[in-house]
């Protein structure tokens, strides 16, 4: 990011703003909302910016700015018309360290103002970086519309009663899950409908009805899609913002990572072919501890859990030792892959089937039934097949598919990355040869593929 986005309080700080128009004047009150002291520096005053003397205390200084203007000030605004003076104000206040944004002229910034939504003291801000301001105006008012001004006074609600909550629920992990449940649950509502006096009495109820007992955790088994985070489903979002930690395997993209609880414990497990982070009765043990550890632990695979995930031997443990659990399913990767590669699991022309394998090497072997996934008018959609490509397609024709049948490989689909490559099951072996191929990879065997250059719709980034 090319900006940091921070928060800086400015009440009773001295703050420079050199012009007095138009522009100068939002500005001013922009500053004037954060209760800043505000200087305005300019030849003329607009009579714009002089009716805003008393509602915002302004200090007058006419004359043209000069580098020896700036000094003790915590920011400095530049909003002239004047190349000149706002190279001027931006060369001294950066020569001093002082914060210095220059209206319309990004490169001369070191801080910008962002799009505000104020919902006191709830404050969100979006910014383009000077990039695109009309498009942070734009997702503001969208963020506008999904953020009620009653979200302020649940805040200020909570503010009323922390210091109460933190002497009453001495664990902290108890403390964030009681908060949870007041900003999502009945207490909220009562904000919401304007009934504050009912809400500060149901407040005041749970928090004498809370035990500093240490409580049993839960597991989330979160299904994580094929790869694109925004194909995540809201419970899962949801789950993976309360979750103190956050078990993870190799396909879970560093995007949907990033859309856990920030300060959640993240674990890596992942299991690649011949290299094992933790082998699967590890895993196991480690949610069940965890749980029993009073932790809230999500559970993050790529796909769905319960497709090639082994999402039922986790469960399992976790039933075993009375662990609580939720499953979230995920679009799995036969039905992401395949549609963003344009390409139907199943069409009335074509397959009346669908069949899901996995394609994992064993003694050099592939263990399938290969008589029924040869038979026609199906389709095979391969899991885990890149490295025992050769194999399937050998086998397949040994027991009568068509040499000519189409196969499709799906690298990274669903993502920016994504990658489609087509063929037979005498060529694809050959042509995928002088290719670097990167997994995660899907394979789909059978006459479908023929339809994917006609329906492909999903561009990627990919450039061959």
Known sequence: MDYFPVFVKLKDQECLVVGAGEIAARKIELLARANAKITVL???????????????????????????????????????????????????????????????????????????????????????GGAAPVLARLLRAKIESIIPPAYGHLAKLAENFRADVKEHIKIPAQRRIFWENVFQGPIAELIFAGNLAAAKEQILQSIKQQKNEASLGEVYLIGAGPGAPDLLTFRALRLMQQADVIVYDHLVSPEILDLARRDSEKIYVGKERHKHTLPQDSINALLADLALAGKRVVRLKGGDPFIFGRGGEEIETLMQQGINFQVVPGITAASGCATYAGIPLTHRDHAQSCTFVTG?????????????????????????????????????????????????????????????????????????????????????????????????????????
């Open 42 to 128: 300019a030849e003329d005053i607009s009579p714009q910016v002089k009716s805003l003397q008393g509602s915002c205390q302004l200090t007058f200084i006419q004359k043209s700015f000069a580098a020896t203007d700036l000094r003790n000030y915590r920011l400095v605004v530049s909003a002239t018309n004047r190349k000149e003076t706002n190279i001027l104000v931006a060369k001294t206040a950066d020569e001093q360290k002082i914060l210095v944004n220059v209206v319309d002229n990004p490169e001369l910034c070191s801080f910008i103002f962002p799009a505000i939504i104020d919902r006191s003291p709830i404050i969100a801000a979006v910014s383009s």
């Open 360 to 464: 994992h090497l064993k003694n050099n072997t592939i263990n399938l039934n290969w008589t029924q996934l040869a038979a026609p008018n199906q389709t095979i959609v391969i899991y885990m097949g890149l490295v025992g490509l050769e194999k399937i397609c050998q086998s397949l024709m040994a027991h009568g598919s068509p040499s000519d049948l189409p196969i499709a490989l799906i690298q990274q689909g669903t993502t920016s990355q994504q990658r489609v490559i087509t063929g037979t099951l005498a060529t694809m072996p050959t042509i995928i040869a002088g290719l670097s191929i990167k997994p995660p990879t899907l394979i789909i065997i059978g006459t479908v593929v023929t339809l994917h250059d006609k329906l492909s719709w999903y561009h990627s980034q990919y450039v061959d």
